[in-house]
Each structure stands twice: as structure tokens, then as C-alpha cells.
């Protein structure tokens, strides 16, 4: 070894090269420093392992305390006193007709708002505006847009409370910006070639986008969508802003009628001092966790199936 | 259904103008460069302009239209029977309307059900008036449009021009929605701030609504104890349990985890996002909270409450986990690599690299992160209705039953109250200073994301 | 051959089911700078990366062969990476230095392996570190400022000082002049021929220039394979390989 000593650490008799690593200190110190490399990972894993088992036990009192009472008379019933009697569908169908009306406004909305904005926006001052206010209204508490609609299509509309109009229309102000978003980032994501390929056969910049850029993007706006929808089915505190609380003995017939919706009906049971309501409460959880599990699982097949990677 | 009536109507009248505008602007396409638009841009414009003309007609009347009923039905000799007030004579009106609506509802108020007769027949006039005015202004504008119709009408251009202000109209909800939040909450926090003032309410150390009246007001509505139950709840133990688990978890799957195990533990995690916050409650309620009932008992409290701020914050924190996970995710990944490979080089060991360079880089997109998180957890509402208590208390034990913001909002707004009493109003204000401050919270840490992006790109 | 320092025999490296590197052998001597030349996706960084491990910290990637520091196998089990790349530092292709202060920056790795024990030491260390690396003028007053905050060219040298620091044995350098300016390459192409009487130092260069103002030794890659090693003179005058020929005269690159 010829080379000069350099630092401090190698100045005097400290031993040089490989020999430095040898000594029994060196060599209890790199131990030392693998324990802790190895009890740094057991950490991680344990915190993962933690969430989890907090999940699993979640599910297993759920199913515990529920799946006794999942039968056709519950599916089919509607809300009762007797929690022998009192069964899902009234709430399930409350929570279908709040949906379709959810859908129905934030879908189209949040899509044509999606491509304005990504697509033909001047960069002005309004529409940094409207960026910004669509990045917070995605952050909002959900209870905020309840006061909303209390205040608004209530108080001030008129509208019919305790009705999926009402609720669906809350849901679809605070599911809007959520399409918003990801239907941006599905738009940003196919490539200005397809762009300029369309543009130079002559077709027009509406044409463009929606016989071209529309159709590709589509996968992730639907993944985005049903994600949204299905934070929206799972939605209860803006509902109770605007009275879903109703005691539905029969389902709702239309969109104004009187209704309540799944999550509101497993808030209302699990108040119940009656204990029979235990298992409906846990019943009506799985109904309610079974619709969301195959939402999810719908848009992480769309996902799948149809995202393309460029 | 006179709306779906009437809508499906106006739309088969589009329909019908969609087809009949294609076939005429096809007789006039007779080979290349012959017609300015193909033919299926003519029907579109035919289209819209019955369809769009008809809604807004449709619209109009709609608003006008209770007026013009109220007008026909005070003018009827039956009227003359309604007493002089106006309060009684606006609720006697109401009745006679919900039975014209359903034959079958049962009147409170004999006149009601005389007066049911002539407002049926006012909406059946005005209605018929109304799908006639409707169906004019279709034809007209179909009309009009259907005349246009010639080789060197720009239709495609005058169809782009329609769909570009569709376009801009959906992107202008977000503002108008924004704008209703702001307005309805400063609306009503207004009114309620008329009663009670706002130091009183943001300083004042006691809540307790149910006991309001009279001059002294300010008294019942100290806020203070909400803001602290909602801090200790949401930004303290909910931050305890999620910001360690969230964090080591997003360290676990970005730097330790195979692909295979992160392809199968990530989506798992995320599940823990994806159950409704009534789902959470539930269990607070229902299994959470007796727990650390009886360890509080176990530990020689007197009479512990079953209702926690504990049980409410640990089953919050468990919620927010994969939010913190993913955050903390983003901002490790926005890390560039050349960063860890220095110090990979120099000898370090992984959990060395990690903890002394990746995650000092990565702090501010975590803070950011966090800061999300308190934001929604501060604004978390199922959670702490079912689990955390109505009792107004100033106090730092976490085995104590505490309440929020959240809670008082919804505990003021559900139940039998006026609508303009000071105690619905507060439920306003208190929706204002939760409103504010996860704005603040957001556009902070928007800010915070967007900087610390930029340093690394 | 005695002043091997490093010796690869048989070496081919794996991304996934991709063969980057195809049986490599080559000996690289103390006292002086190795040259790693080729067109780009020739496997010249992905070789180099191999020597000090820093492929391990690629999920998919595989080495097999021999590696040899001073007759020892650094892919042998009783070889722990992290004592490897203490003794094998490396130079990045654009600086990396960490989000720290100056002092910071250098006193890392003195300070995870416990070089250092005593503040006056770490302070020694890092004295000699920035004055080894001609930046102890430029930065004495400045020590607490962030180490992004220096140009280009500093950055570089900083990162060759916290490399310096823990005192390796050999210095990889991954094109370390390829994001800086001539006048900042000039100055870092003094500093590796000062370093040489220190370090092995390795250097994978995109530049013939480069290779031919700094290197004593040269190694010409080509599609993974190492086509010609020998004197930097004679590999940029004689070569031995037609292909080399081709690369030095500009027919590809």
C-alpha cells in the first residue's frame, strides 16, 4: 500500500485497507449497525402487519355479529321497530336512487369540466381560479357540503327534504371535483402525438378531443368515477345535514319521495338500545361493504384491463 | 311525472329534428368539398336548438309558475274564506297543495281540502300552458335552425362554438359550488353572530346550547371546548397512531418490499381507506371503546365513560393510515434516486440511508402530507357522532369523553329545532371555523407539495 | 500484476432475463486512472456499478463471476456491502449531494462508520476531505450553507470530498464531468490526476477527450462485452481492435 495518508482516521498506526474494516471494533461496530438495518425493517413490516390486524378483526366482528341475520326476509324488508323484521332494502334502494342521481349530474359535469379545463382553458386568472377552488373542494369535510345543501337546496330551493334528489345532489357537488381530477390526469395522460396526429389530418380541436383523446382517456375517468361513487355510497354525514334520516317502512318510490340510504340506515340501527339491532347493524355493514368491494374491484379491473401505458 | 314527461318529450322532439336535419343536409352533399359540414353536424345543430331553447323556456315557467298558481287560487271565490293572516293562510295553502299532489293525504284543515279542488285546476291550467309555451319555443328554435340549413352553413363550427360553452359552464361549477359553500356559511354564521358575538364564541370556555336563552347568550356558546376536543381527537391521538404506521408502512413498501409483496399489501392497506366512516364508528362504538373503558377502569378510574376521546382519536388514526402511507409514498418516490445512492455508496446502510438522507429530504412533503391528514381528520364526522360523546369537556385525559366540531354540528341540526334559533344558527359557525381552517390546512399543503415537487424536478 | 488492486474474472451481469455485461475480465492497478470508454448502452456504468455493488440496490439485477478487492470476493457472503462501499466509494454522473449543509455533507460517512470519534477529528476530516478536493478555499467561510447551494462544478467536488472522507481505497466515477461546464470539467480532471497518487480511481467517461487527458489505462466496451484494455497510449493510437479503431475515429459513438 502506497498511498498517502490522508485524514485524521489514517494518520498515526491506524491500520490501512482492508485491515481497517478487521479490527474487532470495526467489526462489532458493522454488526451492530446490521442489527439495527434488520430491526428498521421488522419495524416497517410490524406497522403494516398492525393496520392490518386492526382491518381483520374489523371484518371478523363484522361477520361475526352479522352473518346470522343476512337472509332473504332482511335483504327484502325495510326499516321496522321489531329488528326481527327490519331489513335492508328500503335503505339499499334510497342509497340506488341517490347514486343515479349522484351519477347522473357529477359524471357528465366532472367529464366536460375535466376536458375544459385540460384541453381548451385559457391560462387566465379565472381559470387558476377554478383550479384552485376544485383542488380544495376535493379536501373539503364532507359534513361542510351538507350544510351546503341544508341551506341551500333546502332552506333556499325548496326542495323535498329527506329525499335522494336532495342527497344526490349534495353528493354529486362534493363527488364532482374527485372526477374532476382524475379525469384530468387521465386526459394529461395520453400523449400529444395522438393529438397532433389527428390535428394534422385536418380534424377540428373539438373532434380531436372527443373522437381521440376522449375514447383513450376513458378508462381512467371511469376508474376515477366509480372511485368517487363509491366514497360517495359510503357517505354519511352530509346526508344527515339534510334529514336522510327518515323512518322508511316502505322503499322510496322516486327521487322525491321520503328515503333513507344504507350507511344512514346502519347509523340509525346501531342506536338502537334494542340488542336484536347488533346483528341487523352488522348485517347491513357487510350489504354496504359487499357493494363497495365490488366497486373497487370494478375499477381496479377497468384499471387492469384497459389502462395503457405510453 | 310531468319533469320526466316533459324531458322526454323535449328530447324526442330533438330526436325527431336530429334526423330530419341529417337527411335534409344529405340531399345536399353531393361529393367532396360540396357542404361546408358533413350532415351529422346540421342535425346536431338542429338538435340543440330545440332541445336547448325548450329547457331554458321550461325552466322559466317552472319559477314563474307558483306564483301564477297562488294568484289563480286567491282569486277564487273559495279563497275568500282563508283568514286574514298570513302565516295560517300560507299553511292552509300548503296543505291544499300536498293534497292536490296525493288525493289520499289526510287534511288537517277542512278549508284544505275546498281549496284542493281549485289549485288542482290552476296547475292543470298553468301546466298545460306551460308544455304548450314549451313545445313552441322547440318547434321555433328547430325551426329556425332547420332553415339553415345549406352547403356553406358553418354547422359544425356553430356546434363546436355550443359544446365549447357547455364545456366552460360544467368547469364553472366548481367555482359556483365553492361559492354556495362561502356564501350559505357566512350567510347564517352572520345571523348567528348577530346573537352571539364572535369573541365570545371563539374565546368562551363554555358550551352548552341546550341551556341558552334570554341576553346572556354569549355565555352558552364558548366554543373552545369543540376546538380542543377536535385538536386533542383529530390532530393529536388520531396523529399518534397514523403518522408512525402510515409513515413505516410507506418506508416498508417503497424501500423493503418485493414488488409481489407491495403488488398484494398496498391495495390491502388501501381497503382501510375505503370503509365508510359509519363502518368505523360502529366499531369505535361497538368494540374499541368498551376496551379502553375497561383499562381505564382496570387502571382505578372512577365511573370511566364509555364514550372516548381515545376511542374515537385510536380508530380515526387507523382511518387516516393509508392516507399518511400514500403521502409519505409520494414524497419518498419524489426523491430522486441519485440521492440515495450517495448515500448508499459511501456505506451506509439502507435504514442509515432512510432515516438521515431520504427521509430529511422527503420532510416536507410528509408535513404536507400530514397536514392533509388533519385536515380530514379534524373534519371526520360518523366517527366521532357515534363514539366520542356530547359532553363539553376541557380536559386531557384521553379516557374522558370528549366532543368535537363535527359532533355539535350535527347534534345542532338534527332533532326538532326552528331553523333561525341561535342554537341551529351556531351549527353554521361552527361549520365556518372548520371550513377556514381545512382550507388553510389544504392550500398550505398544496403549496407545500407543489414547492417540494419542483426542488426535485 | 502485483499492484492489482481490483481483478473481475468471467464477470456477466443480469437485468431480469437482459445479459448487460458478457464476460468481463480485467485487472485494475492502484496509482493510477482506469478509463471505461463506449457508446452509450455499451454496459460501461452498469460494469462499473457492479464493482462496488450498487447493482444490488437494483430489484432484478444478477453478477455473476468474480470480483476481487485486494484477492477477496466483494460478491462472497462474508463480505458485507456496506464495509465494500466504504472501501469502493463513488462519484455520481450529475452531483447528488444531500439536502445538508456543506459540513454536513462530508461528515456522513465519517460519521456512520465511526471514523470519527471525537468532534476535533470529524473536523480534521473534513478539513483535509475539501482541501484533497480543491474546495476548502471556495467554502471554509461557508460550511453551514446548504450544499445545493454551490455551482455545478462545486457540487461535484463536494461529492468527491464526502467520498474522500470515509477514505476509500478505490473511486468509482460514473461520467462525472457529463452535466458540468469545460471550465468546471477542467478543474475536476486536475483533481482526479491529484487523486491518483491516493486512490485507484475508475472512471467512465462518454468523452474520448476525456479519457485520453486523464487515464493512464483505458478499456474499450462494446454491447456489453470488453472489446480492448490496455495503455491509454497505445489503445488511442495502435489499437489492437478493429472496432476500437472504428470508436476512436469517429465512425459510431
Redesign the interface.
Request: proline fraction near 7%; glycine fraction near 8%.
Given at each position: 500500500m502506497s498511498n498517502a495518508s490522508l485524514s485524521a482516521a489514517r494518520d498515526g498506526n491506524a491500520p490501512l485497507g482492508n485491515a481497517r474494516w478487521q479490527t474487532p471494533e470495526a467489526l462489532r461496530r458493522i454488526s451492530r449497525r446490521n442489527a439495527a438495518e434488520r430491526r428498521f425493517k421488522l419495524i416497517g413490516l410490524g406497522a403494516i402487519v398492525l393496520s392490518l390486524a386492526f382491518l381483520a378483526l374489523l371484518l371478523v366482528i363484522m361477520l361475526k355479529n352479522g352473518l346470522g341475520g343476512l337472509d332473504w326476509s332482511f335483504l327484502s324488508g325495510s326499516d321496522s321497530t321489531d329488528p326481527d323484521i327490519a331489513g335492508v332494502w328500503g335503505a339499499a334502494k334510497g342509497s340506488l336512487l341517490t347514486m343515479a342521481v349522484t351519477l347522473l349530474l357529477s359524471f357528465p359535469m366532472g367529464v366536460l369540466a375535466a376536458i375544459y379545463l385540460e384541453e381548451f382553458a385559457p391560462r387566465s386568472r379565472w381559470i387558476e381560479w377554478v383550479e384552485v377552488s376544485i383542488n380544495n373542494l376535493a379536501a373539503v369535510p364532507s359534513i361542510i357540503f351538507g350544510l351546503l345543501g341544508l341551506a341551500v337546496f333546502i332552506n333556499t330551493l325548496g326542495m323535498p327534504r329527506s329525499s335522494p334528489l336532495v342527497g344526490g345532489l349534495t353528493l354529486a357537488l362534493m363527488t364532482m371535483p374527485v372526477i374532476v381530477i382524475s379525469g384530468r390526469n387521465a386526459i394529461k395522460a395520453v400523449p400529444p402525438s395522438i393529438r397532433d396526429a389527428a390535428l394534422a389530418i385536418g380534424a377540428s380541436k373539438m373532434q380531436t378531443v372527443f373522437h381521440h383523446v376522449l375514447p383513450l382517456a376513458l378508462p381512467g375517468i371511469l376508474t376515477g368515477t366509480i372511485i368517487g361513487m363509491a366514497r360517495a355510497l359510503g357517505e354519511t354525514a352530509p346526508l344527515l345535514m339534510i334529514g336522510m334520516r327518515a323512518f322508511v317502512v316502505t322503499p322510496p318510490g322516486g327521487i322525491t319521495d321520503p328515503s333513507s340510504v344504507l350507511p344512514m340506515q346502519i347509523f340509525l340501527w346501531s342506536d338502537e338500545i334494542d340488542t336484536g339491532f347488533v346483528q341487523n347493524t352488522s348485517a347491513a355493514i357487510i350489504v354496504l361493504l359487499v357493494f363497495l368491494l365490488a366497486m373497487n374491484g370494478l375499477a381496479i379491473y377497468l384499471r387492469n384491463k384497459f389502462e395503457v401505458r405510453w | 311525472?310531468i319533469l320526466t314527461g316533459v324531458l322526454l318529450a323535449v328530447l324526442g322532439l330533438g330526436l325527431v329534428g336530429w334526423f330530419a336535419a341529417r337527411g335534409r343536409a344529405r340531399l345536399l352533399h353531393t361529393g367532396r368539398g360540396s357542404i361546408h359540414s358533413m350532415p351529422g353536424y346540421h342535425a346536431w345543430h338542429v338538435a340543440l336548438w330545440i332541445v336547448f331553447p325548450a329547457l331554458i323556456a321550461w325552466g322559466a315557467w317552472q319559477a314563474i309558475m307558483p306564483g301564477l298558481v297562488d294568484g289563480a287560487v286567491m282569486a277564487d271565490p273559495v279563497a275568500a274564506q282563508l283568514p286574514a293572516d298570513a302565516m295560517s293562510r300560507a299553511a292552509i295553502l300548503s296543505e291544499a297543495k300536498s293534497i292536490a299532489d296525493n288525493p289520499d293525504a289526510v287534511a288537517f284543515n277542512p278549508l284544505a281540502n275546498t281549496l284542493a279542488g281549485p289549485v288542482r285546476d290552476a296547475h292543470g291550467r298553468f301546466g298545460l300552458i306551460g308544455a304548450l309555451l314549451v313545445a313552441i319555443v322547440a318547434v321555433a328554435g328547430g325551426g329556425w335552425a332547420f332553415t339553415r340549413i345549406r352547403a356553406n352553413f358553418p354547422a359544425?363550427t356553430r356546434v363546436?362554438r355550443g359544446?365549447?360553452g357547455?364545456?366552460?359552464v360544467?368547469?364553472?361549477?366548481?367555482?359556483l359550488?365553492?361559492f354556495?359553500?362561502v356564501a350559505?356559511?357566512v350567510?347564517?354564521a352572520g345571523m348567528f353572530f348577530k346573537d352571539v358575538s364572535p369573541i365570545d364564541f371563539l374565546t368562551g370556555l363554555h358550551w352548552s346550547p341546550g341551556s341558552a336563552r334570554g341576553d346572556n347568550l354569549g355565555d352558552s356558546f364558548g366554543a373552545v371546548p369543540l376546538f380542543w376536543g377536535t385538536i386533542y381527537i383529530g390532530a393529536i391521538i388520531a396523529m399518534i397512531v397514523a403518522i408512525?404506521?402510515?409513515?413505516?408502512?410507506a418506508?416498508?413498501?417503497t424501500?423493503?418490499a418485493?414488488?409481489t409483496i407491495r403488488k398484494w399489501?398496498k391495495?390491502?392497506?388501501e381497503?382501510?381507506a375505503?370503509?365508510?366512516?359509519?363502518?368505523?364508528?360502529?366499531?369505535a362504538?361497538?368494540?374499541v371503546a368498551p376496551i379502553f373503558r375497561d383499562f381505564a377502569a382496570s387502571l382505578g378510574m372512577a365511573n370511566p365513560s364509555t364514550e372516548s376521546a381515545l376511542a374515537a382519536g385510536v380508530v380515526m388514526g387507523?382511518m387516516i393510515?393509508?392516507f399518511v402511507s400514500s403521502m409519505a409514498d409520494d414524497a419518498l418516490a419524489a426523491v430522486?434516486r441519485?440521492?440515495?445512492?450517495?448515500?448508499?455508496?459511501?456505506?451506509?446502510?439502507?435504514?442509515?440511508t432512510?432515516?438521515?438522507?431520504l427521509l430529511?429530504?422527503a420532510l416536507p412533503g410528509i408535513v404536507a402530507g400530514v397536514m392533509?391528514a388533519i385536515?380530514?381528520a379534524?373534519?371526520?364526522?360518523?366517527i366521532v357522532?357515534?363514539a366520542a360523546g356530547a359532553a363539553a369537556n376541557l380536559s386531557a385525559n384521553p379516557f374522558a369523553s370528549m366532543t368535537t366540531v363535527?359532533y355539535q354540528?350535527?347534534q345542532m341540526?338534527?332533532g326538532d329545532q326552528e331553523?333561525n334559533s341561535p342554537k341551529t344558527l351556531s351549527?353554521?359557525a361552527l361549520?365556518l371555523v372548520?371550513?377556514i381552517v381545512?382550507?388553510i390546512l389544504?392550500?398550505i399543503a398544496?403549496r407545500v407539495v407543489k414547492r417540494f415537487r419542483e426542488a426535485y424536478e | 500484476m502485483t499492484n492489482s488492486k481490483l481483478t473481475a474474472r468471467n464477470v456477466d451481469v443480469f437485468y431480469g432475463q437482459k445479459k448487460a455485461i458478457n464476460n468481463v475480465s480485467i485487472e485494475i492497478d492502484n496509482g493510477i486512472v482506469t478509463a471505461f470508454i463506449g457508446p452509450s448502452g455499451c454496459g460501461k456504468s452498469t460494469f462499473l456499478r457492479s464493482l462496488n455493488r450498487m447493482n444490488d440496490t437494483i430489484a432484478d439485477a444478477r453478477v455473476t463471476g468474480e470480483i476481487l478487492l485486494d484477492g477477496e470476493d466483494i460478491y462472497a457472503a462474508a463480505m458485507d456491502p456496506v464495509a465494500l462501499r466504504a472501501r469502493v466509494g463513488m462519484v455520481f454522473q450529475k452531483p447528488n449531494p444531500f439536502p445538508k449543509s456543506i459540513y454536513e455533507n462530508i461528515a456522513y460517512g465519517p460519521r456512520i462508520h465511526g471514523l470519527a470519534p471525537a468532534k476535533a477529528d470529524l473536523d480534521g476530516i473534513i478539513e483535509s476531505s475539501l482541501t484533497k478536493a480543491g474546495l476548502w478555499d471556495e467554502v471554509k467561510d461557508r460550511l453551514n450553507e446548504p450544499g445545493t447551494a454551490l455551482s455545478g462544478g462545486q457540487q461535484q467536488r463536494l461529492c468527491i470530498a464526502r467520498a474522500i472522507a470515509v477514505s476509500p481505497e478505490v473511486i468509482l466515477m460514473d461520467e462525472p464531468c457529463s452535466a458540468l461546464d469545460p471550465i468546471a470539467t477542467a478543474r475536476i480532471e486536475e483533481l482526479i490526476d491529484e487523486l491518483k497518487e491516493s486512490f485507484a480511481i475508475v472512471i467512465v467517461t462518454h468523452s474520448m477527450q476525456q479519457a485520453a487527458r486523464v487515464s493512464q489505462r483505458t478499456a474499450f466496451f462494446h454491447l456489453g462485452n470488453l472489446v480492448e484494455y490496455g495503455d491509454t497510449s497505445q489503445i488511442f493510437t495502435t489499437p489492437r481492435e478493429e472496432k476500437t479503431k472504428d470508436y476512436i475515429t469517429g465512425r459510431y459513438g
Open positions: - | 311525472m359544425r363546436e359544446v365549447l357547455l364545456l366552460l360544467a368547469s364553472l361549477m366548481a367555482i359550488t365553492t354556495g359553500i350559505s356559511l350567510f347564517e408512525p404506521l402510515g409513515l413505516m408502512s418506508i416498508y413498501l424501500q423493503y418485493t414488488p399489501l391495495p390491502m392497506l381497503i382501510l375505503g370503509i365508510p366512516t359509519v363502518v368505523y364508528g360502529y366499531f362504538a361497538l368494540t387507523v393510515i393509508p430522486p441519485a440521492m440515495s445512492d450517495g448515500s448508499l455508496a459511501l456505506g451506509a446502510t439502507k435504514s442509515e432512510i432515516k438521515k438522507v430529511p429530504a392533509l385536515s380530514r379534524i373534519g371526520e364526522t360518523m357522532v357515534m363535527t354540528i350535527v341540526l338534527t331553523f351549527a353554521f361549520g372548520l371550513f381545512t382550507l389544504n392550500i398544496l | -
